[in-house]
């Protein structure tokens, strides 16, 4: 008999961490390596504490829990997620995968099982990227694609690096980052939107991602006076900024429902009452489950920022630095995922990711999948971000199983 | 013979006062009651040093520098503008004026010309209000439209309170801020617009000012996440604001010649890449000659914001926290500012100011006028600010000439 998830212990430890970095909504907020960050890294090791496993940390602050297998020399199978949050979090982005997985490890634990293949748990750093950039950003530096020394020089708004916030919080460990001896790699992870509960699936089976492009642009106009300066004298750098976050809007909406496009960041120069704005900078990204189609929002976003500066006699200097995906998870583990919610009698229904994971950064290396639990409302980074206890549970069964299966007895 | 102005030493004054506080591209920045304004106020009064003159200060810390008349019972013939500038600020807006007022002391002490009326020069505080908002606050404190004990608490962006960056520079005065024993007050200012320049007009009679409405906006959406949140899902209060940035400065075009509108300032939570935003703040204002039909902007941007609110899903607040004018100088100081520009042989042309200036609230108080002087290509609140040394001398020559009139010898 396959050990079974105690969903009210899962439960109480989703409940207990939500404590840490609690928002008046009743939410989180926990950036990467805040003193709230830090305290629930501490609560998470005291719970792995009894289980006797081998805590690794590397030097960008991933923290990975292995449970040893019988068979020493096999690769091990791995999974987690990330205990960090947006300003604005819920309880369940992340957490619900690490401690889920926890919950994986604590099951073993109590049935006294011993795996053929090691276990090990992932807590990854800074997924959410709110107070460093970019996100995912301790899985990317495993993954070789973003070299170390330069995540340890990139700093907050506050101008802390993240080499002094890991010096500060005591989070960088004694590993070099690098890709690790895993034979496969899953993700637990809330949906994050509405179909699920919509179409009434249980687990989401992630079979891949989507195309996301990722911009910084500064618009450059010319300071003047609000007063005096005619309207037609101008060259404000927040009205043409403004246009083109309803270009970015427009051309999102125009690319429902497989595509979508976002502005989320804005500074303003210098943002005196009084005067005409001359300098604004945007950050937006354009996500398509085709990249085909991103790259044509991509195309036609530029076309209308070039007519926007040449109309407004604006500058608009645009900076594409980044874009990810689209990445196809294992099809194999896919399978299996779906095979071992069949089991337990759980609908499946297959998903594309919209958001950035730390799975995305997993793939290229080892076969790596995800499964998504419903989101209630499909409302997420929102303190009211909800799944039910039954939700969780459910699908940390079929971690449990999944992992279980490919580590072997 | 009346004296004159020695345009060169007029000049030199404004570029050594430019010397506080340089911006890379040739402006100033001195924000009020910053070590360069300070700075600047120090200069200042050791440039009036040897002219003998008796030096008051308020608590608000606006600076009064009284040349004693012969007729000790007779109010005094006030003058002057201000020394603070915008982030951005050139070296004329505020500075010629109090500058001109210096170098008509200087011309009168020279040619050792006691005046029957005592003379006042001026510099008010924060006339620029970049730091501390709302703008001429040294004026609107001495007026009495502004409690001294709420400008004292009003904090900058960095939580420093007006009290404190008084006490920090030591420009809080022994005086209790009050209107002051006056009989007229004058004030040379740059135009900041191209008219005068287009039409040739060498001297502006300022007979009036716009009625202008300010307006703090902040919009209220929900957070989530960029990625799986459907655009149709979202009440992205970023988007929201920018469709409002639009409709004000569409409101601002539309009144051309004689309104504008404005947006200055913007504040974005949580202003985190990846995520919708879900509170935004924004500072409008909007102007016309008439006040009707200032008033007629404002209904109508309610009603803009009230249709995106709902469209949206967003909860706008709109407080309307301040308006002024219009304002009409003195018919009789106008008139006599005319016969002295004509009597120098210099062109005249009736203007409105559209900025907001100390003397607007001077003007219910005293009999009040302003004189203005080009501003080459009307550029303003900006490095590229500039006017001629001979414009600038001309407009000292009438000042002095309407000074001396009224306090006659």
Same mark, same amino acid.
């Given at each position: ?12 430890? &989703?409940?207990?961490?939500? @404590?840490?970095?609690? +928002? ?17 890294? $501490? ?31 096999? /690769? ?15 309880? !369940? ?38 107070? !460093? ?16 020394? *330069? ?8 101008? &802390? ?12 460990? $004694? ?21 699920? @509960? ?29 007063? /005096? ?25 125009? #690319? ?6 976002? +502005? ?22 354009? *996500? ?21 500066? @040449? ?11 980044? #874009? ?7 099809? *194999?583990?896919? $399978?299996?995922? *779906? ?7 759980? +609908? ?6 919209? $958001? ?28 009211? @971000? ?24």
């Amino acid at each position: 008999m396959t050990p079974t998830i105690d969903s009210d212990r899962l439960w109480q430890s &989703i409940m207990d961490m939500a @404590e840490i970095g609690p +928002t008046p909504e009743g939410g989180s907020c926990r950036l990467a390596l805040t003193s709230e960050d830090t305290a629930a890294r $501490a609560l998470f090791l005291r719970w792995c504490k009894p289980l006797g496993l081998h805590h690794d940390q590397d030097a960008i602050g991933n923290m990975f829990l292995r449970r040893a297998g019988s068979d020493t020399t096999a /690769p091990a199978i791995a999974f987690g997620s990330h205990l960090d949050t947006v300003p604005t979090g819920g309880r !369940f982005d992340g957490i619900a995968g690490v401690l889920a997985g926890l919950e994986v490890l604590r099951a073993l634990h109590d049935a006294g099982i011993a795996t053929r293949a090691p276990l090990e748990l992932v807590n990854w750093m800074n997924e959410e990227g709110s107070r !460093f950039s970019p996100a995912m950003m301790g899985s990317r530096v495993a993954a070789g694609e973003l070299p170390l020394a *330069r995540a340890l020089a990139i700093t907050d708004d506050a101008g &802390i690096s993240v080499a002094q916030a890991l010096a500060d919080s005591g989070q960088g460990g $004694a590993l070099t980052p690098a890709p690790r001896d895993w034979s496969a790699w899953l993700e637990l992870h809330i949906e994050q939107g509405p179909v699920m @509960e919509a179409t009434g699936a249980e687990i989401g089976i992630v079979v891949g991602t989507m195309h996301a492009r990722y911009f910084q642009i500064t618009v450059t106009g010319e300071p003047s006076h609000v007063g /005096p300066t005619e309207m037609n004298r101008r060259h404000d750098s927040l009205a043409a900024a403004a246009e083109v976050i309803m270009e970015v809007e427009r051309a999102g909406l125009a #690319a429902e429902p497989g595509g979508r496009a976002s +502005t989320s960041w804005i500074e303003n120069t210098p943002n005196a009452r009084g005067n005409v704005p001359h300098i604004t900078r945007l950050h937006f990204d354009v *996500r398509h489950n085709s990249q085909e189609a991103a790259v044509a929002m991509d195309a036609s976003l530029r076309q209308s920022m070039s007519g926007i500066a @040449e109309r407004r006699g604006v500058r608009i200097d645009v900076n594409p630095y980044a #874009a990810f995906g689209p990445i196809a998870f294992d099809r *194999r583990l896919g $399978a299996l995922l *779906r095979q071992k919610a069949a089991a337990r009698q759980l +609908t499946t229904r297959d998903m594309i990711a919209a $958001a950035g994971h730390d799975s995305v950064f997993m793939a290229p290396l080892v076969p790596s999948a995800m499964l998504f639990v419903p989101s209630v409302a499909g409302i997420t980074h929102n303190p009211k @971000e909800y799944s039910t206890k039954e939700q969780v549970a459910r699908g940390a069964q079929v971690l449990l199983d999944a992992v279980l299966e490919l580590a072997g007895i």
